[in-house]
């Protein structure tokens, strides 16, 4: 997420009321998570499994809860709960605005476009042209749709990602200040839920197809000419590269790749990262030839214990 203007180091520190290392002119321009980070931007890290990745990633300012060693050329700012602080900058730039009408004053629909009753659109959403959107639909702020798009009804287009830090006194969300970006001739079915990035962009590629029932989680990136059948469940920060095909009941862990052309069988557990251009089945996932076999095996054993006998 890039703030609206550059601000220094010493600005974002009194903002966030904590101790700085380096210079205080260093110039801030943004915030992300480490997947995304980007030269100028403030990643946040509270666990000192992870100072390592945050000081050597793309980020220039690190938002952390002890004074280390900053490379040449970083910065630091020093946080009782880093965590909290996020979510503090997160507000400050990307604070929630309220809307009292279906369709936002500062939404931009394009010409031919169609939007059924009931539907609501909020604050600086930009629909492209000759789109259908149906009844029912929610379209949280900042959402950016192509041309040529279906959304089927009672599907949410940018909720928060499911993203909480365990304390004493409960679960604390990670505030989500990303958005959704669904790209030119995709179809959404009826009762899906897209979440938004945290920081950046969950996006739905060109051509991409997705059935009913189907959440995809904040940060995902999936890309052209995917099928997604229904009742999919896709967590966050996945990647799905093109033509990829996803059948019913699939569910994903975080963070993995699912290879180009790649096929997925009905209720599998995609629990790894696994190559394009191959067929997969089952929970723990394999290649669809090989776990077949396997089960054709599983059932000879009887015969086989009887032969013992």
């Not at 890290?45 to 490379?71: E, G, M, R, W």
């Not at 939404?107 to 009753?117: E, V």
């Not at 009844?135 to 990602?161: E, F, K, P």
């Not at 997705?210 to 995917?226: A, E, M, P, S, W």
Request: proline letters at 3%.
């Amino acid at each position: 997420m890039r703030f609206p203007k550059q601000h220094s180091l010493k600005e974002i520190a009194d903002l966030l009321h904590c101790e700085f290392v380096g210079d205080a002119t260093f110039s801030v321009l943004g915030m992300n998570e480490i997947h995304v980070v980007e030269a100028g931007d403030i990643v946040f890290v509270d666990h000192p499994k992870y100072y390592d990745k945050a000081i050597h990633s793309n980020a220039t300012v690190i938002l952390i809860n002890k004074k280390v060693d900053c490379p040449p050329g970083k910065a630091l700012l020093i946080s009782d709960d880093p965590f909290r602080d996020f979510n503090t900058l997160t507000r400050h730039f990307m604070p929630f605005q309220g809307s009292n009408i279906s369709i936002s004053a500062t939404a931009k629909i394009g010409i031919g476009t169609q939007i059924q009753p009931n539907t609501f659109i909020g604050n600086n959403v930009v629909i492209g042209d000759n789109c259908l959107i149906h009844s029912n639909v929610a379209i949280y702020d900042h959402t950016l749709i192509g041309d040529n798009v279906i959304i089927h009804a009672g599907t949410v287009i940018g909720a928060d990602a499911f993203y909480y830090k365990k304390r004493a006194e409960g679960f604390d969300q990670l505030l989500s200040g990303g958005r959704v970006v669904i790209e030119n001739n995709v179809g959404i079915g009826a009762l899906c839920t897209i979440d938004k990035g945290v920081t950046g962009n969950t996006t739905i590629g060109e051509g991409t197809k997705i059935d009913n029932q189907v959440h995809v989680g904040h940060d995902t990136v999936i890309g052209k000419k995917c099928l997604i059948a229904s009742q999919t469940g896709i967590a966050g920060c996945v990647i799905i590269e093109d033509e990829v095909t996803l059948w019913g009941q699939v569910g994903t862990t975080s963070g993995i790749t699912i290879g180009s052309k790649a096929v997925v069988m009905g209720q599998t557990g995609v629990t790894k990262s696994i190559e394009g251009g191959k067929s997969y089945f089952g929970t723990p996932i394999e290649e669809s030839r090989e776990k077949l076999k396997q089960l054709a095996n599983i059932k000879k054993i009887p015969e086989l214990l009887n032969k013992l006998k």
